[in-house]
């Protein structure tokens, strides 16, 4: 029961905040004027909401930043590169399979300067960092950690990395014209969110996107005060997705489709295979580690 009721405080929160940003969505936009569609005010607010609860959560479950995961400032940054390697390491393997498939094809209507790629590149960088450095502390800091503490790892592993996965589908599509919204039409878009969840065509991403949430618990429960490295891999991740949609398109006609989903051209069952390959290696890897030094 005990194990029950952690596990849903997280959806607890995540419906209390998006309530909030619910309310004050529609009073900017009454306020302020048609600054932006009501759907992605509802939706970047509650993702603030929940960035900046880790403030005060952290410090009702009396964790330091050190136990949420902040190695010291050198060693941090280190982290990160080092992560932001092994990211590019990881995933380039399928991007060049995926090429090579002639799933991804190269988009021959951009023109491309160096000056160009460079800023689309750098862009990318820059979103990828802001992205890790948003979620990273959330999911395998935070919510991870506090986890951990109450429950086995590997159970904290498993429903931290089903948060994570979940949180990229709680999106709304309807766009409702700023004349037509009422105080009622942001729990509209809210409800139209929750709902995609049980939406089967976001399946195979869902499934892929929780490996990636679990290969990167792993990481952070396998080396301490690792937090920079769980950045690192998920920026160069990012920063790869980023940069390939720039310069490739998804072939609709492949033969070999179904390895990837419609959320991105890329997630979707091979990146779901190659995670789980790469986290048996890995924890092979540790475990040889470890019986080399027993031994």
């Known amino acids: 029961m005990n194990y029950l009721r952690y596990s849903l405080t997280p959806l607890a929160l995540l419906i209390f905040l998006a309530l909030i940003s619910c309310v004050l969505s529609y009073v900017i936009l009454m306020l302020a004027g048609d600054i932006l569609a009501l759907r992605k005010l509802v939706s970047k607010g509650t993702l603030i909401f929940l960035i900046l609860s880790l403030f005060p959560l952290r410090r009702y479950l009396s964790l330091s930043w050190g136990e949420i995961g902040f190695a010291p400032k050198a060693i941090f940054f280190k982290q990160i590169l080092l992560g932001i390697g092994l990211g590019f390491l ?13 799933l991804h094809v190269i988009d021959t209507t951009r023109i491309w300067t160096g000056s160009k790629i460079f800023e ?39 429903i931290s990395a089903t948060y994570y996965s979940a949180l990229h589908f709680l999106k709304s599509r309807t766009s409702i014209p700023y004349d037509d919204i009422r105080f009622d ?33 792993v990481i952070r429960t396998q080396v301490k005060q690792s ?22 398109n998804t072939n609709y006609q492949s033969e070999y489709l179904y390895l990837v989903s419609s959320y991105d051209g890329v997630v979707g069952p091979l990146v779901s295979v190659w995670m789980l390959l790469t986290i048996s290696i890995y924890l092979g890897y540790q475990t040889f580690k470890k019986k080399s030094k027993g031994a």
């Open 90 to 102: 990881t995933l380039m393997p399928v991007l060049l399979l995926l090429y090579g498939l002639d």
């Open 120 to 158: 689309r590149v750098s862009i990318a960088l820059l979103l990828a960092l802001l992205i890790s450095f948003a979620e990273e502390p959330l999911f395998r800091g935070l919510l991870l950690i506090g986890l951990r503490k109450k429950m086995w790892v590997t159970v904290a592993i498993v």
């Open 227 to 248: 937090l920079g490295l769980c950045i690192g891999y998920h920026a160069g991740w990012v920063w790869l997705i980023k940069t390939s949609k720039d310069f490739f």
């Open 185 to 217: 039409s942001s729990f509209k878009l809210l409800g139209e969110a929750f709902s995609n969840w049980f939406n089967p065509e976001i399946l195979s991403a869902f499934i892929a996107l929780f490996m990636v949430g679990v290969f990167l618990a």
